[in-house]
């Protein structure tokens, strides 16, 4: 075999085990060195030292030095300790009744209250198992025991949990901008709008069904509403200062004032801070917050590690090449490419999750954007978008899995599936109206930071 056929096969054997449910982490970097010391191999070895003197252990070396060096990397166990911290202080479960409340006269007020609460969440946390998690414990009892059908339910938790990757700060975007070698200042400003627009067609859709089939979302009733002036009050009290975080961290990162690893640290003492207020900072939450970010950071470091190595054997054996050759082979137009590149992503996005997705094949494409002429931050907003649909794609849809996995007997997985279907074919739609309309992505970046030049 050439070395190309064993970059395939090396893709291919990659694909399998993950299928087989191995750790993604740890199987990419044993292929990454198995496969990279058949790459490096120089033969003529006698002893076993020499044996070991093979530039794949230099190579693993070096990328996990690159990675723990990464300052934009540093943004994340930042932004993780201040979405754990936001969700041990209880402040969720305040902003969830106290919307939920003030939405009660449209149609679905609970949903569209989930929905609000997963993409204000989703913006102080990023993470989609976290999101969906609290959500389901927090939520779905609150729409069952309201007589809300359980399958739309699930569907509005999966899919507004995975609000988190698109909409800033959102942990997705600083691992695209560390592989693109993009500004993550340019791509938060570029995910605003889309993050918005995904969210607001999910409420539209909400209300337009729920008007139409009453059924599924019945009103709340008369004597379990409170008072107007206490809805406000508490509306103010949950709302306010969470949103007011958010915007100073997201400010001062679209403002220039900070990089997104300064706004990061003034996002989590701003969490410490907002626990303190309302009385639910204790050191056992603390321990519980720094566990969690260390598990996440170190899972995240590790894929990073891991994918790096077996994207630099996988290029070395000439897999890039021929991929890039096969692409260009084809003569295709830039619409032609745009659309072959995501669905060849919809599709990974069965088996995989979006790390995988992003961290080893993305960079494969990156190249040839230029070659195509597409804006390689449009080009990101449309990854960003497509990969929404890995977390709710069966047979692999993970935000189906964690919310299953707090429900337990409460629901059938088949159910969450049909429920998350509707809002598969909402992010589909919203691709296609980015773009029909770049200026959705692309708008916001230029007006702050002047028009991007190839």
């Given amino acids: ?37 058949y790459a490096y191999y120089q033969g003529g070895a006698d002893t076993f030292a020499e044996l070991l003197n093979n530039n794949i252990f230099y190579l693993l070396n070096q990328n996990t030095y690159s990675v723990m060096e990464n300052d934009t990397l540093v943004a994340i166990p930042l932004f993780l300790f201040m979405g754990y911290v936001v969700e041990r202080a209880n402040i969720v479960n305040r902003l969830f009744y106290s919307l939920q409340m003030a939405a009660r006269n449209l149609p679905g007020s609970m949903a569209i209250a989930a929905l ?50 698109l909409i800033p700060p959102s942990i997705m975007l600083i691992v695209y901008a560390a592989i693109a070698e993009l500004s993550p200042l340019r791509l938060y400003a570029a995910a605003m709008f889309p993050g918005l627009l995904l969210a607001g067609l999910y409420i539209l859709y909400v209300v337009v069904r729920v008007f139409f089939q009453p059924q599924l ?23 306010v200062p969470l949103t007011a975080l958010i915007a100073m961290v997201l400010g001062s990162i679209l403002g220039g004032l900070a990089t997104p690893a300064e706004a990061a640290a003034m996002g989590a003492l701003g969490g410490l801070i907002l626990a303190a207020l309302y009385r639910s900072l204790t050191w056992t939450k603390v321990k519980e917050s720094v566990f969690l970010t260390a598990k996440a950071t170190a899972m ?19 897999g890039h090449d021929v991929i890039e050759h096969w692409v260009l082979a084809m003569n295709l137009e830039p619409w032609q490419f745009l659309v072959m590149v995501q669905l060849i992503i919809f599709l990974l996005g069965w088996p995989l999750e979006w790390s995988e997705i992003l961290i080893i094949f993305v960079p494969i494409f990156l190249p040839m954007l230029d ?3 597409v804006n390689p931050y449009f080009f990101a907003m449309l990854v960003a978008l497509n990969l929404q649909t890995s977390f709710l794609t069966p047979p692999m849809a993970m935000s189906a899995y964690y919310l299953k996995g707090v429900l337990k007997n409460q629901i059938e997985l088949v159910d969450i599936f049909k429920g998350i279907l ?15 309309f770049p200026g959705i992505a692309l708008w916001l970046p230029d007006y702050l930071f002047g028009e991007y030049v190839q």
Avoid: H
Avoid at 133 to 162: D, E, H, R, W
């Fill in 217 to 239: 979302a019945p009103k709340p009733r008369a004597e379990d509403v409170p008072p107007a002036s206490q809805i406000y009050w508490d509306l103010i009290v949950s709302f």
């Fill in 371 to 373: 070659t195509f002429g």
């Fill in 300 to 318: 995240v470091c590790w894929l990073f590690v891991g994918s790096w190595t077996f994207a630099s054997v996988f290029s070395y054996l000439g």
């Fill in 116 to 165: 609000l609460t997963c993409a204000v969440f989703s913006t102080a946390s990023g993470i989609v198992g976290a999101v969906v998690t609290l959500m389901g414990l927090l939520a779905f009892p609150a729409m069952a025991n309201a007589g809300y059908n359980k399958q739309f339910a699930s569907g509005v938790i999966c899919a507004g949990g995975t609000l988190g990757i």
């Fill in 422 to 436: 509707p809002y598969l074919a909402i992010v589909i739609f919203s691709m296609v109206l980015l773009y029909q």
């Fill in 1 to 37: 075999m050439t070395d190309p056929q064993i970059a395939i096969l090396m893709l291919c054997l990659f694909i399998f085990l993950v299928l087989l449910g191995f750790p993604i982490a740890f199987t990419l970097l044993a292929m990454g060195v198995g496969f990279g010391y």
